[in-house]
């Protein structure tokens, strides 16, 4: 048999490859939601006691294509930790991360499996969501170093940051934080609303108006704090060389997925907006997590 080998190009192509299936199946999971489907399979892992795969009607085709889609999942972040220890010279920090990535696959489909035989428990949905997002912040992470450190040998070079003004570089944990907090208040919002997954999931005993309440509060402060740290970085030639560009795209998905909250909130939770929400939830935490390590990025020669 020929021996599996890959150039630092092909890996990030591998990387890539996990990151897009990652964030696909996060929609695709959604959809599941959205659509009443949650208990489409009310069994896992089988769909239900006498099928494996059941697509007698659309709830359970549904469910099951996010279920079969699993499957690609697994075998995108399988094949990254193969290539990553193929890999020449040595990449431990991108095997690391690939293993990770593994890990967070296999805790989200125990997870997958809890929210459908707890019934839809919304503690659960939120844990399952929660996990999404670290696992997309580790392959991002992933990318970020298959991209950058191609030639280097051992794990990240941990040099001084670029940006020395100590205010800026707060402000961006800052806004990474409560990024951070918009989205866990989101899925509690989510919790306490009609979306939960079919019409008798069990909801969490909070008003949908007091959780959207704190969740926008959340939001604009933090939208605010991106704000006053784009004027600050102006001000800064270093830091406005180096954070213009992730604040400009922060800023932009931040207040459109600001503005489709609001509307979604008052045009009684239309599937194909919350759809739509949910999915810009990721690219706004991606956004922050994206200004983080730019601010964070250490000088290459
Ligand atoms: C940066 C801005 C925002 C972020 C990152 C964000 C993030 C999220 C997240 C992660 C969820 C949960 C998704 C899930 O559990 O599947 C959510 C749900 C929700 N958000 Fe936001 N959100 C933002 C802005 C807003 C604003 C300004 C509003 C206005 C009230 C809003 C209203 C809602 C509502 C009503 C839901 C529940 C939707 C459902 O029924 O599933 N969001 N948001």
Same mark, same amino acid.
């Given at each position: 048999? /020929?021996?599996?080998?890959?150039? *630092?190009?092909?890996?990030?192509?591998?990387?890539? @490859?996990?990151?897009?299936? #990652?964030?696909?199946?996060?929609?695709?999971?959604?959809? =599941?939601?959205?659509?009443?489907?949650?208990?489409?399979?009310?069994?896992? &892992?089988?769909?239900?006691?006498?099928?494996?795969?059941?697509?007698?009607?659309?709830? $359970?085709?549904?469910?099951?294509?996010?279920?079969?889609? @699993?499957?690609?999942? $697994? $075998?995108?972040?399988?094949? $990254?930790?193969?290539?990553?220890?193929? !890999?020449? *010279?040595? /990449? /431990?920090?991108?095997?690391?991360?690939?293993?990770?990535?593994?890990?967070?696959? !296999? +805790?989200? =489909?125990?997870?997958?499996?809890?929210?459908? #035989? @707890?019934?839809?428990? &919304?503690?659960?949905?939120? +844990?399952?969501?929660?996990?999404?997002?670290?696992?997309?912040?580790?392959?991002?992470?992933?990318?970020?170093? +298959?991209?950058?450190?191609? %030639?280097?040998? %051992?794990?990240? &070079?941990?040099?001084?940051?670029?940006?020395?003004?100590?205010?800026?570089?707060?402000?961006?944990?800052?806004?990474?934080?409560?990024?951070?907090?918009?989205?866990? %208040?989101?899925?509690?919002?989510?919790?306490?609303? &009609?979306?939960?997954?079919?019409?008798?999931?069990?909801?969490?005993?909070?008003?949908?108006?007091?959780?959207?309440?704190?969740?926008?509060? %959340?939001?604009?402060?933090?939208?605010? @704090?991106?704000?006053? #740290?784009?004027?600050?970085?102006?001000?800064?030639?270093?830091?406005?060389?180096?954070?213009?560009? *992730?604040?400009?795209?922060?800023?932009?998905?931040?207040?459109?997925?600001?503005?489709?909250?609001?509307?979604?909130?008052?045009?009684?939770?239309?599937?194909?907006?919350?759809?739509?929400?949910?999915?810009?939830?990721? +690219? =706004?935490?991606?956004?922050?997590?994206? !200004?983080?390590?730019?601010?964070?990025? *250490?000088?290459?020669?």
């Amino acid at each position: 048999m /020929r021996k599996l080998s890959i150039t *630092p190009k092909g890996f990030l192509r591998v990387a890539q @490859t996990a990151f897009a299936s #990652l964030y696909l199946i996060i929609i695709t999971g959604s959809l =599941v939601r959205l659509t009443g489907s949650g208990l489409g399979c009310a069994d896992w &892992p089988r769909c239900s006691e006498s099928k494996f795969v059941d697509v007698s009607n659309s709830h $359970a085709a549904i469910e099951q294509v996010n279920r079969l889609f @699993t499957g690609v999942v $697994a $075998a995108s972040v399988i094949l $990254a930790v193969l290539l990553s220890v193929k !890999l020449r *010279p040595k /990449r /431990r920090d991108l095997v690391a991360m690939s293993i990770g990535l593994v890990i967070g696959v !296999l +805790a989200q =489909v125990l997870l997958g499996g809890l929210v459908v #035989l @707890t019934g839809l428990n &919304p503690f659960s949905n939120i +844990a399952h969501f929660l996990v999404s997002m670290v696992l997309m912040s580790n392959a991002y992470m992933l990318l970020q170093h +298959a991209r950058i450190f191609r %030639t280097e040998e %051992t794990v990240l &070079p941990r040099r001084e940051p670029e940006i020395s003004n100590s205010k800026i570089l707060l402000l961006v944990r800052i806004v990474l934080f409560l990024t951070g907090s918009a989205v866990v %208040t989101g899925t509690v919002v989510t919790g306490s609303g &009609p979306h939960a997954g079919d019409e008798n999931a069990i909801r969490i005993r909070l008003a949908i108006n007091t959780a959207a309440k704190i969740h926008s509060i %959340t939001v604009i402060i933090c939208l605010i @704090t991106a704000l006053v #740290l784009f004027l600050m970085s102006r001000r800064d030639q270093v830091s406005w060389r180096i954070l213009a560009h *992730p604040l400009e795209r922060f800023l932009a998905i931040g207040f459109l997925q600001g503005l489709i909250g609001y509307v979604q909130y008052f045009s009684g939770l239309p599937v194909l907006l919350v759809a739509v929400h949910v999915a810009l939830s990721v +690219a =706004v935490w991606l956004g922050a997590l994206d !200004l983080y390590w730019n601010s964070k990025l *250490p000088k290459i020669s």
